[in-house]
């Protein structure tokens, strides 16, 4: 007896396990990291929107820093990232605005099928160079969080005339504050001065109103929100990993950040893929 029961867990053990392995399992068998043909049956499940009940469908709001061939985890090279944004052509993905996102959230406007917001932040200057060029050549679009202090002054980092020149062709510019500090350092005096003099800032190189805004670091909590909203912004990103939707906090909305690794394309399928499904299990990925 004592031998059957031992036999009955070891097959109870070999199913669990299979289960997981085939709910975790890779969406796709890519392995090759530079660009080719992108064959059309692997992981079309990707492209589809998630049913998330009441919630309303998990949004994706992807994270880049650089897009260069610097040795960074920052750093996205650009022939990575010319592969991931024609992924998303040819899978389907309709990359969105802001004020799109904004709208759909606020149950006054519509998103086209599979939406994706893809933003960088810093304001780089490979963000123009090589970023900027492919989303063009693929019809996409995308949001640059920008360090005003930064635009015009510093080496390696955006003007606002390319800033200018983007926004012209579909491109958003949107605040990263003033001067990229950690803002769970600072004042109240000193955080409404990074919020409310970058935000002036842009509107006067901009020439309208900047609605949105990307804590640096990622660090804020519901203080600094607060704040945010004061300083007159409808919206605010985080950097905490995950899908937006109706639930999300406005002024704290996820993103699913994109890195440099060993296998950053296969990597970028396997987080666009499985983050609604991580979010649907109550499971956190990082």
């Known amino acids: 007896m004592k031998r059957s029961w031992r036999l009955l867990g070891l097959v109870l053990v070999a199913v669990v396990c299979l289960a997981v392995a085939v709910l975790l399992r890779p ?87 599979n939406p994706v917001l893809i933003t960088f932040d810093d304001g780089y200057q490979d963000n123009y160079d090589n970023a900027y060029p492919i989303l063009r050549k693929y019809g996409l679009k995308g949001t640059v969080f920008v360090v005003t202090s930064f635009l015009g002054t510093r080496k390696g980092y955006l003007t606002w005339d390319e800033c200018r020149e983007m926004e012209k062709n579909g491109m958003t510019v949107a605040s990263h504050t003033v001067d990229h500090k950690s803002m769970t350092d600072l004042t109240n005096d000193q955080l409404r001065a990074e919020l409310v003099e970058s935000k002036k800032k842009a509107e006067a190189e901009l020439g309208h109103e900047v609605k949105y805004m990307a804590y640096p670091t990622g660090a804020y909590n519901l203080h600094i929100a607060q704040l945010v909203r004061e300083a007159g912004y409808k919206a605010a990103f985080t950097i905490k990993y995950g899908g937006v939707s109706r639930k999300s906090n406005i002024y704290a909305l996820e993103r699913v950040p994109i890195f440099h690794t060993e296998k950053t394309n296969r990597d970028f399928i396997e987080r666009i893929h499985y983050t609604p499904q991580f979010e649907s299990f109550g499971w956190t990925k990082h």
């Open 27 to 113: 969406a796709v068998g890519h392995e090759a990291e530079m660009a080719g043909s992108i064959d059309d049956t692997q992981a079309t499940s990707a492209a589809q929107e998630p049913d998330t009940g009441e919630d309303g469908p998990q949004i994706l709001v992807l994270n880049y820093h650089k897009v260069s061939d610097e040795f960074l985890s920052l750093a996205v090279a650009p022939a990575d990232f010319d592969w991931q944004m024609r992924y998303l052509k040819e899978h389907g993905y309709h990359a969105i605005t802001p004020d799109e996102l904004y709208d759909a959230l606020e149950g006054t406007g519509q998103l086209p099928a």
